[in-house]
């Protein structure tokens, strides 16, 4: 699925705005939709399931400190998952997952969810029944979730921003560019 917008969330970095893409949402046209909003990451991320995705609860980081969303989702489901990144140095970057109806004739919900980070996998989640589908960031992490819900998780979409520049990949940049634009003296023909 492509990106189906790109905006500037507001939020000062060191070198200016950051450019938010929003992606999906994948899954069904049921329930209502809900939007977590935008943050600097995620934090935490609590998955309860059974024979579909039930409910999601994200825990997101808010200017350096723990932000706890709304549960997005129902009250069903016989398993619960927690994954704890650690963050900054641990974020997301693909989520894989399927979708379809539970019932003849209903409509399409999450049936599983898989996170991967940077460092970990976690799960999947639920069932693997229906149609796949796949995100993986080039360069990027997840820092905010969004779709529709009601008994279940019946779509899911993501806020995305550029991943983290680590500091050695900052000073490697720096010198290329300082070589780039020194000479060591005139050449002689």
């Not at 999601?56 to 723990?66: L, R």
């Not at 994954?83 to 004739?105: A, N, R």
């Not at 796949?134 to 008994?151: A, E, F, S």
């Amino acid at each position: 699925m492509l990106p189906l917008n790109t905006k500037e969330d507001g939020k000062e970095q060191a070198n200016g705005k950051r450019k938010i893409m929003e992606v999906g949402p994948w899954g069904g046209n049921g329930g209502t939709p809900w939007d977590d909003g935008i943050y600097n990451g995620v934090r935490e991320i609590t998955v309860v399931h059974g024979h579909c995705i039930d409910s999601i609860t994200v825990v997101y980081d808010k200017n350096g400190k723990p932000f706890r969303a709304e549960t997005c989702g129902g009250r069903g489901g016989t398993q619960t998952a927690e994954i704890k990144l650690e963050y900054p140095d641990e974020y997301i970057v693909s989520v894989t997952g399927h979708y379809g109806t539970m019932v003849y004739g209903g409509t399409p919900i999450i049936r599983s969810l898989k996170f991967q980070s940077n460092r970990r996998t976690f799960g999947p989640f639920g069932m693997d029944e229906g149609t796949p589908f796949t995100y993986t960031l080039d360069g990027g992490k997840i820092v905010g979730l969004k779709g529709r819900n009601g008994w279940y998780i019946d779509a899911i979409g993501f806020h995305v921003s550029p991943a983290p520049a680590r500091l050695f990949d900052r000073v490697q940049k720096s010198f290329r560019r300082l070589g780039s634009s020194v000479t060591f003296g005139a050449q002689r023909n």
